[in-house]
């Protein structure tokens, strides 16, 4: 199962360690859902989700704050029994050293954040969201070209390595090359990596590694980029019949998402960088509404329409 050390989320954060007492580098969350403990500061634990990301926020710090001290105490002390990974106080809020003393005892780490709790909620939320999302790694090259992310597969040698590297001196930006890390996001929406090892290297068969980013400079990579397209390539085999229209789309899946997929048939001539150029520009205007397959047939439609009434009219005048 996937999860992410406690460490990492106080750094990209920003959040203020309130214990450092309290070791926690072992520290990891699994689940990218937060809770704010309102209803087990009352007294019901029923359906509590322990395990979360708790954050606390103005309502449940003034809440605390107007119990007597053996309540609070009460309350603090079974809150802190269950196995929470940390506490966020959001708005600069900080507990007050009875809280404080029994999360020491507790072990339970205590964090702080300035920013509002709304605004905190949304930030971590999606963040876990990526981070802890559903995982593959798949063998393809990763493009970012035109803002479109172009998801380039095949067979080892056919040439992907190659074609991405012509897409970049044209000024598009790589993602990741050989291995391509996808995460599923939503229901609707992957986002692919590249692994840390690999991050800007390129392979190329007969020179070796390439360093992207340091031969063509930081414009030419990318972090991460949803994939909005994967372009298959194959060897040609002039036996196989190829789609020549496009009137229906093909599609492949990854993750349970489905994604757009284009077959190209490779040979010797075959310009790859400007073959995935125009396949990401096409599927745009697609999404834009304007279907280059679907005017064609309507043309050819209309076309026949004139001429089978120009048919008609000429039975008519008993031509």
């Known amino acids: ?3 992410i050390s406690l460490t990492k989320i106080i750094d990209k954060m920003k959040l203020e360690n309130l214990t450092p007492e309290i070791e926690v580098k072992g520290i990891r969350i699994m689940q990218p859902d937060i809770n704010r403990p309102a209803l087990q500061m009352a007294g019901y634990f029923e359906h509590f989700e322990a395990t979360r990301l708790q954050i606390i926020g103005f309502v449940e710090y003034s809440y605390i704050g107007s119990l007597p001290e053996d309540e609070e105490r009460e309350v603090l002390e079974k809150l802190l029994s269950y ?4 506490i966020v106080f959001c708005r600069e809020l900080h507990p007050d050293e009875l809280f404080r003393q029994i999360a020491i005892e507790k072990g339970v780490p205590l964090l702080m954040t300035r920013k509002a709790t709304s605004t905190f909620t949304a930030e971590i939320i999606r963040w ?3 981070k802890l999302a559903p995982c593959i790694s798949v063998h393809g090259v990763l493009v970012d070209v035109y803002g479109e992310g172009v998801l380039i597969t095949g067979e080892s040698g056919i040439g ?12 598009h930006r790589l ?3 050989d291995v391509v890390e996808i995460r599923k996001v939503s229901e609707d929406t992957l986002v692919g990596s590249a692994p840390d090892i690999t991050k800007h290297f390129i392979e190329l ?3 070796g590694i390439i360093d992207v980013k340091a031969l063509f400079g930081a414009s030419s990579v990318k972090e991460t980029q949803n994939i909005d397209m994967v372009i298959r390539l194959e060897d040609w085999d002039k036996e196989k019949e190829y789609d020549r229209l496009g009137l229906e789309e093909e599609y492949t899946e990854y993750l349970g998402n489905k994604v757009v997929c284009h077959n190209i ?3 010797p001539g075959r310009n790859l960088a400007i073959i995935c150029e125009s396949a990401a520009v096409n ?4 999404k834009m509404g304007y279907n280059a397959a679907q005017e064609l047939y309507l043309r050819v439609q209309n076309s026949l329409a004139r001429r089978r009434e120009e048919d008609g009219d000429d039975d008519d005048n008993g031509i």
């Open 83 to 86: 196995p929470i990974p940390c």
């Open 1 to 3: 199962m996937a999860s």
């Open 160 to 171: 992907k390595s190659e074609a991405a590297l012509e897409l970049i001196k044209r000024g």
């Open 265 to 267: 048939p490779i040979r």
């Open 205 to 207: 068969r007969g020179i």
């Open 128 to 130: 876990l969201n990526v």
């Open 175 to 177: 993602v990741t090359d």
């Open 283 to 286: 599927h745009r205007q697609k």
